[in-house]
């Protein structure tokens, strides 16, 4: 049996697709898989931030599209990247197991962000990374900065940032992991919802991609992220909206933090709750709850 599999073109999507490639080999010796590289509308605009341009969805849209056209049975995805509600016509059947889900501060002169001097330029186009660092320090100039990883630590290097703040997964992913200067972890400084799981993307319906594809799934890590991934769509959130969120779990329990800022004036709005491992969607509701009692609303 013959897989093709879409996948964006950057250096980190093409990692995450050849590893779920290899990981599907494993475990269907017979399986033959076909790699069906793509380019999206989020990775050729690099002038504007993704807020600016219509959001994370732009990621998906065309692999999407190769799918609907019989040109590819599945698609791999960051999941941190994959809309709140998929389009009716597509299924998750499997989400690996999570890599380190913190951010990295990256710098060559600097050690974290406390460290940096008054009016430091920091690159990072994520308004939820935006809001965090506004909050710890209303002094540094936040500038966008967009491209695959690659790109941007050039741009760092080159001297256009004093420090950028990027995913830890993708950077141990491709290698980089040197570069991490500091991990920005949770609870205090909350990652991107999904952040460090990678979802692999059927049509609705293909029972035999789906059966193929559900023995990468991660029970656990399944969990964790719809508690996420449930908080933000209780929100209404997107990436125009900095919303940030965090599942764990402990001892049998979930415990989800969550947080809204304000990128503009670092204005944070934070929640925590615990519930059953069994139903995180009720968790994910009952934080959002809390959020929007604090004050949360006024931010979205």
Same mark, same amino acid.
């Given at each position: 049996?013959?897989?093709?599999?879409? &996948?964006?073109?950057?250096?980190?999507?093409?990692?995450? &697709?050849?590893?779920?490639?290899?990981?599907?080999?494993?475990?269907?010796?017979?399986?033959?898989?076909?790699?069906?590289?793509?380019?999206?509308?989020?990775? !050729?605009?690099?002038?504007?931030?993704?807020?600016?341009?219509?959001?994370?969805?732009?990621?998906?849209?065309?692999?999407?599209?190769?799918?609907?056209?019989?040109?590819?049975?599945?698609?791999?995805?960051?999941?941190?990247?994959?809309?709140?509600?998929? !389009?009716?016509?597509?299924?998750?059947?499997?989400?690996?197991?999570?890599?380190?889900?913190?951010?990295?501060?990256?710098?060559?002169?600097? &050690?974290?962000?406390?460290?940096?001097?008054?009016?430091?330029?920091?690159?990072?186009?994520?308004?939820?990374?935006?809001?965090?660092?506004?909050?710890?320090?209303?002094?540094?100039?936040?500038?966008?900065?967009?491209?695959?990883?690659?790109?941007?630590?050039?741009?760092?290097?080159?001297?256009?940032?004093?420090?950028?703040?990027?995913?830890?997964?993708?950077?141990?992913?491709?290698?980089?992991?040197?570069?991490?200067? =500091?991990?920005?972890?949770?609870?205090?400084?909350?990652?991107?919802?999904?952040?460090?799981?990678?979802?692999?993307?059927?049509?609705?319906?293909?029972?035999?991609?789906?059966?193929?594809?559900?023995?990468?799934?991660?029970?656990? &890590?399944?969990?964790?992220?719809?508690?996420?991934?449930?908080?933000?769509?209780?929100?209404?959130?997107?990436?125009?909206?900095?919303?940030?969120?965090?599942?764990?779990?402990?001892?049998?329990?979930?415990?989800?933090?969550?947080?809204?800022?304000? =990128?503009?004036?670092?204005?944070?709005?934070?929640?925590?709750?615990?519930?059953?491992?069994?139903?995180?969607?009720?968790?994910?509701?009952?934080?959002?709850?809390?959020?929007? !009692?604090?004050?949360?609303?006024?931010?979205?």
């Amino acid at each position: 049996m013959l897989l093709r599999i879409a &996948t964006r073109k950057s250096p980190l999507a093409l990692w995450q &697709t050849e590893h779920v490639a290899a990981r599907l080999r494993a475990a269907h010796p017979d399986l033959a898989i076909e790699l069906v590289p793509l380019s999206t509308r989020g990775d !050729e605009v690099l002038d504007r931030s993704l807020s600016a341009i219509g959001g994370k969805g732009l990621f998906l849209k065309e692999l999407e599209e190769a799918m609907q056209r019989g040109h590819a049975d599945c698609a791999v995805h960051s999941l941190k990247d994959v809309p709140m509600a998929l !389009e009716p016509d597509f299924a998750l059947p499997a989400i690996l197991a999570r890599a380190d889900h913190a951010d990295a501060f990256v710098s060559n002169g600097y &050690t974290g962000i406390d460290a940096l001097p008054p009016g430091a330029r920091v690159g990072t186009s994520s308004l939820r990374r935006q809001a965090q660092l506004r909050a710890r320090r209303a002094d540094l100039q936040l500038l966008d900065l967009r491209g695959n990883v690659n790109t941007r630590l050039a741009k760092l290097d080159a001297g256009d940032y004093d420090a950028i703040v990027l995913a830890c997964a993708g950077l141990q992913r491709l290698g980089f992991e040197a570069r991490i200067r =500091a991990r920005l972890d949770a609870p205090d400084w909350l990652p991107a919802p999904a952040q460090g799981a990678i979802a692999v993307e059927c049509r609705e319906g293909d029972d035999a991609t789906h059966v193929l594809l559900s023995v990468l799934d991660d029970a656990a &890590t399944r969990t964790c992220v719809e508690a996420e991934r449930a908080l933000n769509r209780a929100l209404d959130g997107s990436c125009q909206v900095p919303i940030a969120a965090f599942a764990a779990l402990q001892a049998g329990q979930l415990r989800l933090h969550g947080l809204v800022g304000d =990128a503009g004036d670092g204005r944070i709005v934070r929640a925590d709750g615990q519930g059953d491992q069994g139903d995180p969607e009720a968790l994910g509701r009952r934080v959002a709850g809390l959020l929007l !009692e604090d004050g949360a609303g006024a931010l979205l």
